[in-house]
């Protein structure tokens, strides 16, 4: 894959990102003004588990379609049909073990019905990432991103509806429910529309051999989501659903945020598994370019969170929810990690180190956890978000060391030494305004980084082409 096309794909998942997530924190806002904290927190409970269990049907069944599409457009087609039909499956008994595990966990009555209903959305959203995964694949990032809008719309919508009928927290759990089962239909319409190749009707004998290949993806997705979500599970179990739905308020904007790194690195995969294939050190430039403007994007976001990044919960949320916001300035305050961790990640993933990435990810998860049962009762959701926080840095360490070893290190270029006047100037803008418009002080801030940055050159010359290249629609 070109620059110029690992860019623009790049740009297509972000933008599209931006625009669901932007319809993301509509929802969040319908959701969480009238819905007392505590259900709130039950609401953030259920997701969680979602994400937790999501994994185990998704089977890391995702990255290794997107591998076979990558390097065999044919044989990626041929597979699909087997893979949905086994994430179909293994949605089935997640979600059971998740509402198992409701019973065990003895949640009280609301709790328990937005788990349930949580948990009859797992099949669904594996469906739909299998398609998302396919179109991965095939590089064809705007396909892909058209699934999540489509989820997005409907979710505004369904909710709305939810919230203007005063169905309180089951509605909304309903309203997701229904979203994710019309968004996985869509998602199968696209592929039998679009993929013409590819094969429905799965076949059970491959699937044994199938989850045999997948289970290393699986296993590393599984120890990550426990890194991002046992937080959320911890918190309710150790200080109640109250904080849980403060926490929930303030890490619904840092998702927000973290749509970036998790994007922009899920381009840059499927062009670092072809380039990797083919030899030579092609991959390598690539890799480092991207790092660079990786971390050039975290480092406005990261110093804008850390000085205001409290104001914007009790301004959308509401003030029942003010205390959330410290979450958004510490975990916002910190985004570079993410850059760092999902880039390094997916490096060591297309070079077939998969061993390493799930050693980091257990290191990660082991020390969050620990983290967490230390930090909690003292700190209750500062000490969560203080785990997060200690975990990522943990794991970006590991992955340095790795890559080093692996994939004998980056070139010095990678590191943006010039975007850290850029950085001062923002700084310094956003600390003279802090009490001023938000609006205004996030508009100051932006354009005195990007004036600073152009000034001092945090940009090269090949990288400043390309941009050009790809603003004028010209060959990467």
Request: glycine letters at 10%; one cysteine or more; charged letters at 15%.
């Amino acid at each position: 894959m070109s620059g110029g096309r690992l860019t623009r794909n790049s740009l297509v998942l972000v933008a599209a990102e931006a625009v669901r997530r932007v319809l993301s924190f509509v929802v969040a806002i319908l959701i969480a003004r009238p819905l007392h904290v505590e259900d709130f927190g039950r609401f953030g409970l259920a997701m969680a588990l979602a994400g937790i269990f999501g994994v185990l049907a998704n089977f890391g069944l995702n990255p290794l379609l997107t591998r076979k599409a990558a390097a065999d457009a044919t044989g990626g087609a041929r597979e699909f049909g087997t893979v949905l039909g086994l994430k179909f499956l293994l949605g089935l008994v997640a979600g059971g073990a998740m509402i198992a595990l409701a019973v065990v966990m003895r949640y009280d009555a609301g709790a328990f019905l937005a788990v349930v209903l949580a948990a009859a959305m797992i099949p669904a959203e594996a469906i739909e990432t299998a398609g998302i995964a396919l179109f991965d694949g095939y590089q064809r990032m705007a396909i892909s991103s058209l699934v999540t809008l489509v989820k997005a719309v409907l979710l505004l919508g369904l909710v709305g509806i939810a919230v203007l009928l005063h169905h309180g927290l089951p509605g909304v759990m309903l309203a997701y429910l229904a979203g994710g089962w019309l968004t996985a239909a869509f998602a199968v319409g696209l592929v039998k529309r679009v993929a013409r190749d590819a094969t429905l009707t799965p076949r059970a004998a491959q699937w044994w051999p199938l989850a045999r290949e997948a289970a290393p993806f699986m296993l590393i997705g599984l120890v990550w989501m426990l890194a991002f979500r046992v937080d959320m599970v911890l918190l309710q179990r150790l200080a109640g659903d109250g904080p849980t739905g403060l926490y929930r308020s303030g890490y619904a904007f840092f998702e927000i945020l973290l749509a970036l790194p998790i994007l922009a690195t899920r381009a840059l995969y499927p062009a670092l598994a072809q380039g990797m294939s083919e030899g030579g050190e092609k991959w390598r430039d690539m890799l480092a370019a991207a790092f660079r403007i990786y971390l050039l994007a975290a480092l406005p976001v990261a110093i804008g969170c850390a000085l205001v990044g409290d104001r914007f919960v009790p301004l959308f949320y509401g003030h029942k929810y003010a205390e959330g916001g410290r979450v958004v300035a510490l975990l916002g305050g910190f985004l570079w990690l993410w850059f760092g961790t999902m880039t390094l990640g997916w490096s060591l993933t297309a070079a077939d180190r998969l061993k390493v990435v799930l050693a980091g990810n257990v290191l990660a998860m082991t020390v969050n956890i620990i983290s967490n049962l230390i930090l909690i009762p003292r700190f209750s959701i500062m000490g969560a978000a203080a785990s997060t926080v200690i975990s990522e840095s943990t794991l970006l360490i590991y992955f340095l060391v790795m890559t080093r070893r692996w994939l004998h290190g980056l070139a010095r270029r990678a590191i943006p030494w010039r975007a850290l006047p850029a950085g001062a100037a923002l700084a310094a803008t956003t600390w003279l305004l802090r009490d001023a418009n938000l609006a205004l002080v996030v508009a100051a801030g932006a354009a005195a980084y990007l004036a600073a940055a152009w000034l001092f050159g945090a940009l090269n010359k090949s990288e400043r082409e390309l941009v050009s290249r790809l603003l004028s629609r010209k060959s990467g």
